[in-house]
């Protein structure tokens, strides 16, 4: 798991089956100093999550468990959004 920010979202008319429903948006993942670094990511939302929100990512096998099917073609599934972070380093 990691921690992304939303900063977009992403339609699509049409999709697999098991993805109906279900809102997808374009992640960043965020350093540990909570800068944005890497490549855009497309994640289904499981918790309505809204762009600007710092969010939690859960990555491959995982991501699917998080829908409920594990075979629902998806790598990234976005578990939580994030009230706080405390870094110490």
Request: net charge negative.
């Amino acid at each position: 798991m990691y921690l992304a920010k939303v900063v977009g979202t992403v339609v699509s008319t049409r999709k697999d089956d098991n993805l109906t429903g279900n809102k997808m948006l374009l992640v960043k993942e965020l350093s540990d100093t909570m800068e944005i670094v890497g490549r855009t990511e497309i994640a289904v939302d499981t918790v309505g999550a809204g762009t600007g929100e710092t969010v939690i990512i859960s990555k491959g096998s995982s991501a699917k468990y998080a829908l409920g099917n594990p075979t629902t073609p998806v790598d990234a599934t976005i578990v939580g959004i994030v009230d706080s972070v405390e870094i110490n380093i």
